[in-house]
């Protein structure tokens, strides 16, 4: 299904991109992959027996509900494709791949940030800056409260991730503690720890 989702979003960025209108469906898509969140929308959409004109119906005011004054023509005309072809189930993943593409096209690229309490702008800043130098790719943090975590911070940027939690850096001291032969531990103390040994 994932492949599929990217086919669809592929063939639309390829449409939005040639006559200008990636910014008007990205905004809808992102409206209605949050008013997706809801299971009984979902279900609606995803049921037999309601009309195709029906859910069409549903998904605009689904859309203008979320924020959206009114869909972008060629969105209409994309979640119609959907509807013909019996694949609006697809249409949580496809909001989410879509982002991803038009960001992509951009150069931008969007992480979550997750610390132990929200963290100042300035840090987040200079976060997305080294992370910007590192990718090559304008990179915008959502910073995310996570209470599971005791101290420093990790960041989920696409499929990779960096941690520098403490909980991080615990395990990677851990790690290398294992790889140390008991006898440096026992006799060298932390010193067995330093860089040159």
Not at 153 to 176: C, E, H, N, P, W
């Amino acid at each position: 299904m994932a492949s599929l989702s990217r086919r669809y979003a592929d063939a639309l960025l390829a449409v939005t991109e040639a006559e200008g209108s990636t910014p008007g469906v990205e905004k809808d898509l992102l409206l209605l992959g949050e008013a997706l969140e809801s299971k009984e929308l979902r279900a609606f959409l995803e049921n037999p027996a309601v009309p195709r004109g029906t859910k069409a119906e549903a998904l605009v005011k689904a859309l203008a509900a979320a924020g959206g004054e009114s869909a972008h023509p060629r969105t209409r005309r994309f979640l119609e494709v959907l509807l013909d072809r019996g694949r609006i189930r697809l249409l949580p993943e496809l909001c989410a791949r879509f982002h991803e593409l038009a960001l992509e096209a951009r150069g931008e690229a969007e992480g979550e940030l997750f610390s132990h309490g929200p963290m100042e702008t300035e840090e987040v800043r200079a976060l997305e800056e080294t992370l910007t130098g590192m990718t090559g790719k304008k990179v915008r943090l959502r910073n995310t409260v996570d209470r599971d975590l005791l101290g420093g911070f990790v960041i989920r940027l696409g499929d990779r991730m960096f941690d520098a939690s403490l909980k991080g850096r615990i395990q990677a001291l851990g790690a290398r503690l294992k790889g140390l032969p008991v006898e440096r531990l026992a006799g060298g103390g932390l010193d067995a720890l330093s860089p040159g040994n």
